[in-house]
T-cell receptor
Framework: DAGITQSPRYKITETGRQVTLMCHQTWSHSYMFWYRQDLGHGLRLIYYSAAADITDKGEVPDGYVVSRSKTENFPLTLESATRSQTSVYFC?????????????FGPGTRLTVT | AQSVSQHNHHVILSEAASLELGCNYSYGGTVNLFWYVQYPGQHLQLLLKYFSGDPLVKGIKGFEAEFIKSKFSFNLRKPSVQWSDTAEYFCALKEGGNTGKLIFGQGTTLQVKP
């Protein structure tokens, strides 16, 4: 049972480049989320999705794009990376069955923008 | 607006000491509450959750939390901490409605000295 995976685990890119972070879950959970974690800011929600083809902005969506054509995948794209997007990115998924919304987190992607 | 507040930002304890981390929330509706733990360099993992029923919730690794509705609190406790409990701890509240979103506190860093 793979659960939720993210790739790449580490990425170094240059300012201005486009980069896509991948997230894949094997549970067929309806909900998926992207967070960034920065020292002093805790976890901040970037985008989330309630189902395939349904996405919505979170707290800090600027500079990011998401898509969800399949239930199991939720890629996050930085259209033109900036140094301020250097962070650790976590993907999570959850299911609303029985009213349970506990989120399961992936291992994270550490992104450095130079 | 819903919010979660963790008053202790950094806690330092010696092994075998008792632990209590504070979590207060702001929400007038039915609450679903969670505690997550993030060990150094790892992703968030669910420690325990409260949905209804017994306000004293037991989780993994000897942790428990008590939901006190009158105080809007959901404090995390452990009678005797170990060095391996060194981690960051996040309290979270499910957002009202069906967004699936969790509202996270800022986190508390626990350092256990051997």
């Amino acid at each position: 049972d793979a659960g939720i995976t993210q790739s790449p685990r580490y990425k170094i890119t240059e300012t201005g480049r486009q980069v896509t972070l991948m997230c894949h879950q094997t549970w067929s959970h309806s909900y998926m989320f992207w967070y960034r974690q920065d020292l002093g800011h805790g976890l901040r929600l970037i985008y989330y999705s309630a189902a395939a083809d349904i996405t919505d902005k979170g707290e800090v969506p600027d500079g990011y794009v998401v898509s969800r054509s399949k239930t199991e995948n939720f890629p996050l794209t930085l259209e033109s990376a900036t140094r301020s997007q250097t962070s650790v990115y976590f993907c999570a998924s959850s299911e609303s069955d029985r009213g349970l919304y506990e989120q399961y987190f992936g291992p994270g992607t550490r992104l450095t923008v130079t | 607006a819903q919010s979660v507040s963790q008053h202790n930002h950094h806690v330092i304890l010696s092994e075998a000491a008792s632990l209590e981390l504070g979590c207060n929330y702001s929400y007038g509706g039915t609450v679903n509450l969670f505690w997550y733990v993030q060990y150094p360099g790892q992703h968030l993992q669910l420690l325990l959750k409260y949905f209804s029923g017994d306000p004293l919730v037991k989780g993994i690794k000897g942790f428990e939390a008590e939901f006190i509705k009158s105080k809007f609190s959901f404090n995390l406790r452990k009678p005797s901490v170990q060095w391996s409990d060194t981690a960051e701890y996040f309290c979270a509240l499910k957002e009202g409605g069906n967004t699936g979103k969790l509202i996270f506190g800022q986190g508390t860093t626990l350092q256990v000295k051997p």
